[in-house]
């Protein structure tokens, strides 16, 4: 089964398809996290796409397109979860004919539903650990009092992304309205979308997830 989780910056997805990766063994394709890979290797694209990441602004197709073509190269048995991705209507239909060429197919787009002031809440309040990726909330889910991910053990390494700030996450949702958004329509065209309600705690948007799966 292969899926598109898709909504604005701060809607949950990362978080959701870590748990999809551990109970049906998908693969999740971030591109969020592929360009940030690609930034922290300090290659020359790297370097170009950090600048633009940082603004808050989309990185052109041909680059995400390029990063997503190579993970599709290398399969996934259980199926594969596109976070992030596709963030344009160029990106949807070479979504489209990436799965064709190697005979997969889409079986859902997950849209989560959020209003724009719980993604203000829950972006600024945002921060990772190094080690495993596991995402804190200094609101709803904070770093351990003794400083240890509760997921992997790891001590004291929790960051904070660079574009998490109230001045980029203007641009980013900016960028959701006017690029992105229109994928819903797309995707409710060809009888693939269903929305959830991306408000609720983690293990309710979990369940509406896996409903909207069966
Ligand atoms: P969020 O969904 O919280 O904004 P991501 O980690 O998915 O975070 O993306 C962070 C940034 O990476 C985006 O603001 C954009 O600059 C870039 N990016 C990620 N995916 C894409 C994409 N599919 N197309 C263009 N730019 C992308």
């Known amino acids: 089964m292969n899926i598109i989780l898709l909504g ?51 990185v052109t197709d041909e680059i995400v397109i390029g990063l997503i073509r190579e993970k599709l190269d290398a399969g996934a048995e259980g199926g594969f979860i596109f976070d992030g991705f596709p963030r344009t209507l160029a990106q949807a239909d070479a979504l489209g004919d990436l799965l064709d060429s190697t005979g997969n197919s889409l079986d859902a787009v997950i849209e989560m539903e959020v209003d724009d002031a719980a993604l203000v809440e829950r972006i600024t309040a945002r921060s990772t650990c190094g080690g495993c990726g596991e995402v804190y909330n200094d609101i709803t889910k904070p770093i351990p009092a003794d400083g240890k991910c509760s997921n992997c053990g790891k001590e004291n390494d929790f960051k904070r992304r660079a574009d998490d700030n109230e001045e980029s996450l ?5 960028e959701y309205y ?15 979308l269903t929305k959830i309600n ?9 369940g509406a997830i896996e409903a909207a799966l069966r």
Request: no cysteine.
């Open 178 to 192: 006017k690029k992105t958004s229109p994928l819903i329509g797309y995707y409710y065209a060809k009888g693939q």
């Open 8 to 58: 604005p910056p701060g809607a949950g997805k990362g978080t959701q398809a870590r748990h999809l990766v551990e109970t049906r063994g998908m693969v999740q394709l971030s591109t969020g996290d592929m360009l940030r890979e690609a930034k922290d290797s300090g290659t020359e694209m790297g370097n170009r796409v950090a600048e633009v990441m940082a603004k808050g602004q989309l």
């Open 198 to 206: 991306g408000l609720g705690e983690i293990e309710e948007v979990q």
């Open 170 to 174: 203007k641009t980013r949702l900016m």
